[in-house]
């Protein structure tokens, strides 16, 4: 099974980009989707961006479409997030997930495999 270990979080101010990245350690990681869900204080963890197993799909939250990327490296076991025009409210632990299946899905629940977190800080 993969295991997912986030990097790449940090403090930025407002309009800034920062770029997280989470790299798998399984041997498998081409055959899952991936996902970024992000979770602040007091809130429930919500869906940001996903990734299909090929790299030829990717969905986003309507909050974040236009301004956060999300990529993958499947050579490098790695999925990325490119997060541009940064803002306040963008403030929380992002978590990439795995899930093993051919579609792009966004409900949590579908995702088995997740990582630990990194904090992202936007200060207005």
């Known amino acids: 099974q993969e ?3 986030e990097s790449g979080g940090g403090l ?8 997280v990245s989470c790299a798998a350690s399984g041997r498998t990681f081409s055959t899952y989707a991936m ?6 204080p007091g809130k429930e963890r ?9 790299g030829t799909s990717t969905l986003y939250a309507e909050s974040v479409k236009g301004r956060f990327t999300i990529s993958r ?6 999925v990325y997030l490119q997060m541009n025009r ?8 992002y978590y990439c997930a795995a899930a093993y299946t051919l579609l792009v899905p966004t409900s949590p629940y ?4 997740w990582g630990q977190g990194t904090q992202v800080t936007v200060s207005s």
């Open 12 to 19: 930025v101010q407002a309009g800034d980009s920062l770029r």
């Open 46 to 54: 919500e869906f940001v961006a996903a990734i299909s197993v090929t």
């Open 110 to 113: 579908h995702y088995s495999v």
């Open 35 to 40: 996902g970024w869900f992000r979770q602040a």
């Open 73 to 78: 490296e499947n050579a490098k076991n790695t």
């Open 86 to 93: 940064l803002q306040p409210e963008d403030t929380a632990v």
């Open 3 to 5: 295991q997912l270990v």
